[in-house]
């Protein structure tokens, strides 16, 4: 079986567990049969009319029925302690390798999958495929062993009644495989989206509850929810139709030996002499056929939890199947810090049209550039590649004249700072969070960083100062604040190189003025590519290129651009007009 061997992969070193399990539950399906065929020896000694029944014999048999059935059972929970052994490791490696492969992806795959759809991708199917080493593993071997072992017995006792059983048998498995089979898989696959779908839009509603609030669009917001939950009964429905009449017919012909079987025996017993035989036999039969068609449904049941088992895997491996960052095997070291792009052209994983096109430009060693340009121009994307958030797919972006994918990826990350929009602070006390900048700063250190970036006033209003845990106890920060903080760990961390993206949207006035005083002292003396909205912050810098479409369109300083009349002059012409309108509505406001 596929599922299994693909299972074993997972856990190299205890493949022993599995086949220990496997084993176990297949000598114990064995000793599951042997109780019916003493039972019927018993019964057979019993009914005998020619010579009166054994005392010695029928114990023997009553104590091997037994035996044999109490055999199985302990076996069967052998088998069980194993596969649950099995199943553990299965998840631990599986969430392992999953994160293992995850940490070596690009920075920018997590841009598109959040982290809490990776978690729950991971997590489920993890836990799916341990529910199925664990609890269907043992019953595998019987839902195979079984059907074939009964199979043979039928047709050991009397050929004509065991010829019989196969109309139903042949009829109930025709009927499974149309349940199952190329459709059944689809049906699987649709399942375990749309709950996929459900959980995830369950989730974006509980995120989006403030804005919601605010727009006060309760019912509209919840459209998405209602519809994925909506979709997902419809599925679950159409599903539960039309296997409706399949499954019905199943459960009534795997059911059904005796309406053959009775009569069959009472035209044999009406053709024969021996009709104590054929009794026996009859017996025999109905005694095993239950059994039988309770390995069939099982059997059925376990196609299902192994098409789960399956999909489960082919999730998580679509998840971790992202190209991984190359590394080299020849680092360079940086030398130098001049940052220069080479008709860099990259196109977005699962987008058609590119990005950004024939990207080229250099920023000298120490001096400042700005990206500034229309949303969506593609200015992002461009500051991302050089601390490799993705790779560019033609073109080189280096530092100091050596290929960013030339450098260990270590060696760059201590070369390159970078502080993006969405801050990010852990759940841990602050000194920790700075220290993520630069693990063995001493306390002095930190402090002087935090001046540097205008925080002292928050740290004074923290109760208990560097150690207070953010997001405990109330103490929440402002996106100002927080921001500030990352670029005190910038500040902490001084990389020769900086990347800036929209360090100052969203802030007011005030804490745009702390940020822009942390953000010149971060940037003292380093080679700098700052995104920037507001166009005030880049007259000064030393050049400045103006990003449309995925090109640099303009480029040059603040004046020389002016001067052009071009894109960035109408662009100044708007932000200066801008600012009148605030002015405006605060004179009106007074
Ligand atoms: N992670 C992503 N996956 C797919 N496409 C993306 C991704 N990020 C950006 N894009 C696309 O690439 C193009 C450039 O986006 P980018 O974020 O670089 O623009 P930008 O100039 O930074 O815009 P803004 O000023 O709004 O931040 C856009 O068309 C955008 O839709
Ligand atoms: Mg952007």
């Known amino acids: 079986m596929q599922i299994i061997s693909k299972l074993r992969e997972y856990i190299p070193e205890k493949k022993g567990l599995l086949t220990g399990a496997l084993f176990l539950s297949a000598t114990s399906s064995l000793l599951g049969i042997l ?36 055999g199985g059972v302990l076996l069967y929970f052998l088998a069980l302690t194993l596969s649950h052994l099995a199943a553990f490791r299965l998840e631990n490696n599986i969430r392992r390798q999953a994160m293992q492969k995850i940490v070596h992806f690009p920075l920018g795959f997590f841009d598109n999958n959040p982290s809490g759809r990776i978690r729950k ?32 017995l039928l047709f050991v006792f009397d050929w004509r009644l065991g010829l019989a ?16 089979g ?14 996929e779908d459900m959980n995830a839009e369950a989730v974006e509603y509980v995120r989006g509850i403030p804005v919601v609030k605010v727009f006060q669009q309760t019912v509209f917001s919840f459209k998405n929810f209602y519809d994925s939950i909506i979709r997902y009964r419809d599925m679950v429905h159409s599903f539960a139709v039309t296997r409706e009449k399949s499954l019905a017919s199943y459960v009534t012909t795997i059911h059904a030996f005796a309406y053959i079987l009775i009569p069959l025996s009472i035209l044999l017993i009406g053709n024969s002499e021996d009709y104590s035989s054929i ?15 309770q390995c069939i449904m099982k059997n059925m049941y376990m196609n299902q939890a192994v098409g789960q088992a399956v999909e489960a895997i082919r999730r998580i491996e679509e998840l971790t199947d992202v190209k991984q960052l190359d590394v080299t095997d020849d680092p360079q070291p940086i030398t130098n810090h001049e940052i220069a792009f080479k008709e860099v052209s990259f196109t977005y994983p699962g987008n058609n049209s590119k ?6 430009f250099t920023i000298p060693q120490g001096k400042t550039y700005a990206l500034v340009g229309p949303s969506g121009g593609g200015k992002t994307t461009i500051a991302r590649f050089i601390p490799r958030f993705w790779d560019a797919d033609t073109g080189q972006v280096s530092i100091g004249g050596v290929d960013v994918r030339d450098v260990a990826p270590k060696e760059l990350m201590r070369h390159v700072s970078f502080v993006f929009q969405n801050t990010k602070l852990f759940k841990t006390s602050l000194i920790d969070n700075l220290r993520y900048g630069n693990a063995h700063a001493s306390e002095e250190a930190v402090n002087r960083a ?28 402002s996106g100002g604040e927080q921001q500030r903080i990352a670029l005190a760990r910038a500040i902490l961390k001084d990389a020769p190189v900086v990347v800036l993206d929209e360090a100052t949207a969203f802030s007011d006035p005030e804490n745009e003025h702390l940020i822009q005083r942390a953000l010149n002292k971060l940037t003292q003396g380093k080679t700098v590519l700052t995104i920037a909205h507001r166009l005030n912050n880049v007259v000064d810098v030393d050049s400045i290129l103006v990003i449309d479409k995925g090109a640099v369109v303009e480029q040059g300083k603040h004046e020389e651009l002016l001067r052009k009349e071009g894109t960035y002059a109408g662009m100044w012409n708007e932000f200066q007009k801008s600012l009148q309108w605030t002015v405006g509505k605060e004179v009106c406001n007074d």
């Not at 000694?45 to 023997?60: D, F, M, Y």
């Not at 109309?167 to 499974?176: E, G, K, N, Q």
């Not at 990005?355 to 080229?360: F, H, L, P």
């Open 35 to 70: 109780p019916f065929v003493f039972i019927w020896l018993l019964v057979r000694e019993l009914l005998n009319t020619q010579t009166p029944p054994s005392q010695a014999l029928v114990s023997t048999y009553a104590w091997w029925a037994s035996g044999t059935a109490l």
């Open 121 to 152: 991708i991971i997590d489920d199917n993890a836990g799916i495929t341990h529910m199925f080493l664990a609890h269907q593993l043992p019953d595998l071997a019987g839902s195979i062993l079984m059907p074939l072992i009964s199979l043979v």
């Open 165 to 180: 059983c196969l109309i139903p048998i042949v009829t109930a498995l025709t009927i499974t495989r149309f349940m199952i």
């Open 182 to 195: 190329e459709q059944g898989r689809r049906i699987m696959r649709e399942y375990m989206t749309s709950l």
């Open 279 to 293: 009794l026996l036999d009859l017996i025999f039969y109905i005694l095993i056929t239950p059994v039988f068609a």
């Open 355 to 360: 990005a950004v096109e024939d990207i080229k």
């Open 450 to 477: 935090l001046d540097w970036a205008q925080c002292r006033e928050i740290i004074d209003r923290l109760p208990n100062g560097l150690n207070t845990v953010i997001g405990s106890e109330g103490t929440y920060l």
